[in-house]
C-alpha cells in the first residue's frame, strides 16, 4: 500500500524534477494512485467507512443543534418556570388608586385574569415549542433513512437503469 503523507511530500517537493503545488499537487496525486491497482478499491472502502460511521455522527450532531437552537429560540425552559407569572411583569393592582376593599377585591381578580392570560399565551408558546422540536425530529429521522439506504437505492437505480437498456 502507498503512504499518502510519503506520496504528498513527493509531490509537494518534486517529482520528476518538476515543483507541483496546490491543485496541481491534488490532481498529480490521484493520477499518481489511480495508477495502482487498489486505489478504487480504497476509494469505495474510505466512502463507505465515511459514509457509515463519520456522516452519520455529523447528521447526529446537526439533529441536536437543531433542536437545541428551537428550545432556545421558544426559550422553553424559562417560559415553564414562569408560567404563572405576570405577562411582562404588569399587575393592575400597580395602577390601582383606591384603597377600600372593593377596589382591592377587583385588582386581585384582574392580577389573577391576567396571570391566566400569561400561562395561556406561555403554554401556547411552549407547546409551539415542543411541536417544532417534533417537526425537527421527524425531519431529521427521515434524513437520517434516506442517508442509509442512498447506497442501495443508487445501487439498484444502475442495475436496473442497466436492465433496462439491455
Not at 44 to 60: C, E, N, P, R, V
Not at 134 to 149: C, E, K, M, N, S
Request: glycine residues 4%.
Amino acid at each position: 500500500m502507498i503512504s499518502l503523507r510519503f506520496l504528498w511530500t513527493d509531490v509537494n517537493e518534486m517529482v520528476l524534477g518538476l515543483k507541483f503545488r496546490g491543485y496541481y499537487a491534488i490532481i498529480f496525486m490521484v493520477w499518481v494512485l489511480s495508477r495502482t491497482p487498489c486505489f478504487y478499491k480504497m476509494i469505495i472502502l474510505d466512502y463507505f467507512s465515511w459514509h457509515y460511521s463519520k456522516a452519520i455522527t455529523g447528521i447526529m450532531v446537526l439533529m441536536a443543534d437543531y433542536a437545541n437552537a428551537i428550545w432556545h429560540r421558544f426559550l422553553v425552559v424559562q417560559h415553564l418556570k414562569t408560567l404563572f407569572a405576570p405577562w411582562h411583569r404588569r399587575q393592575p393592582s400597580e395602577f390601582s388608586k383606591g384603597d377600600d376593599f372593593s377596589t382591592r377585591v377587583l385588582d386581585a381578580l384582574a392580577d389573577f385574569y391576567i396571570r391566566l392570560l400569561a400561562a395561556l399565551m406561555r403554554t401556547i408558546i411552549i407547546l409551539s415549542g415542543l411541536i417544532f422540536e417534533i417537526i425537527v425530529f421527524a425531519g431529521f429521522v427521515l434524513i437520517l433513512i434516506a442517508w442509509i439506504l442512498w447506497p442501495v437505492l443508487l445501487v439498484y437505480s444502475v442495475v436496473h437503469g442497466a436492465n433496462l437498456l439491455l
